[in-house]
């Protein structure tokens, strides 16, 4: 409670925050959607039903009882393969993702969707397949090699997904607990990372708000005394990693780098935006927000395969601070939804 003790306590009420929730669901007129922290499942899949969704549930092991869900209209797409990752069995931490073989079924003349006859063979040069991946990435900003590692496990399992599936474009979405300036995100941006260039306590950019206002303080203590003070200029390059994060993070106790084999962008970045909403890469300047943290951690990528159309734009951060934390009298959740429409590359 100390994250939202800013929030009313009417705006917590789950009873209320789910139908803000599914307004605004309907609002984007989403196709598919990748959900986060979902505890209860049941209650948003009998709202959601409603307007047309299915939807497929993994709880997290351990004690936690949230989970991840992806939802898909029935009417544009029909479930082909389904599978879980219960990183625990990875020594990764009681974290889950969950990968998803979608086929449109029919042309829908509103959303422009088109769609080619569908057959069984997994490999179909004239369907329009897709793998959805969906993650709640592990939070501790001091574990940045299990981070890591869940990030990897699924962009693995991803790319061999679509490989078996004749090369399906692939959407990876969800909370990945990382910054747009963190090494985690350069993995996704760019398929490799040394890791020795990095702290595995700093790799996410998760820095929270009561750290930052301590390192602004600090900043003006130590540029008051700088005339009496030597600071020092330079740092080392080089981090040392265990064999054992070496392992969690690579998956080998003896490489130090990673990679991956998906060639990602993020949708976000691939559409115009301002300064008012976006940073200097084109990501949001905040998705989430709460008494210790204010910034983006949540994205869509997708493969070359595809390509980014438009955009749902986030709030501007001083409309966001106005409402002094998520969720509010207007936003169902303790997030601000991303959200993006996609076309197939050679249509």
């Avoid at 927000?289 to 395969?305: A, C």
Wanted: charged share 25%; hydrophobic share 35%; net charge neutral.
């Amino acid at each position: 409670m100390d994250l939202y003790f800013n929030v009313p306590a009417k705006c917590l009420e789950w009873n209320r925050r789910k139908h803000l929730i599914c307004k605004e669901i309907s609002r984007y007129n989403a196709s598919i959607l990748c959900l986060q922290e979902v505890d209860r499942f049941d209650d948003l899949d009998g709202l959601l039903q409603k307007s047309g969704f299915q939807g497929v549930h993994k709880s997290r092991t351990g004690e936690a009882s949230d989970g991840c869900a992806i939802f898909w209209k029935e009417k544009l797409f029909k479930l082909l393969h389904h599978q879980d990752i219960e990183f625990e069995r990875f020594g990764l931490r009681n974290n889950v993702a969950q990968l998803c073989v979608l086929e449109m079924n029919h042309e829908d003349s509103e959303s422009k969707l088109c769609v080619q006859q569908s057959n069984s063979r997994p490999a179909s040069t004239g369907s329009r397949r897709l793998v959805v991946g969906n993650i709640h990435v592990l939070f501790n900003p001091k574990r940045g090699d299990i981070k890591l590692g869940q990030v990897r496990l699924l962009l693995e399992k991803a790319n061999k997904l679509s490989q078996e599936w004749g090369n399906t474009p692939v959407i990876i979405c969800g909370d990945m607990n990382s910054t747009p300036k963190s090494a985690i995100y350069e993995f996704m941006a760019s398929a490799k990372l040394d890791m020795q260039l990095h702290d595995r306590r700093q790799i996410s950019g998760q820095f929270e708000l009561e750290s930052i206002q301590s390192k602004q303080r600090l900043f003006r203590w130590n540029n008051r005394y700088a005339a009496s003070a030597t600071m020092p200029i330079s740092r080392s390059l080089s981090y040392e990693w265990t064999s054992e994060e070496l392992r969690l993070a690579t998956g080998s106790e003896e490489c130090t780098h990673v990679q991956h084999q998906l060639k990602l962008q993020s949708a976000y970045t691939r559409a115009p935006g301002t300064g008012r909403t976006r940073d200097h890469l084109g990501e949001p300047l905040a998705t989430s927000y709460h008494s210790r943290f204010l910034g983006t951690v949540d994205y869509i990528w997708h493969t070359e395969q595809l390509v980014t159309v438009r955009v749902l734009e986030s709030l501007p951060i001083d409309e966001l601070k106005r409402s002094r934390g998520l969720p509010s009298e207007k936003w169902g959740s303790d997030h601000l939804a991303i959200a993006c429409e996609l076309a197939f590359a050679n249509d």
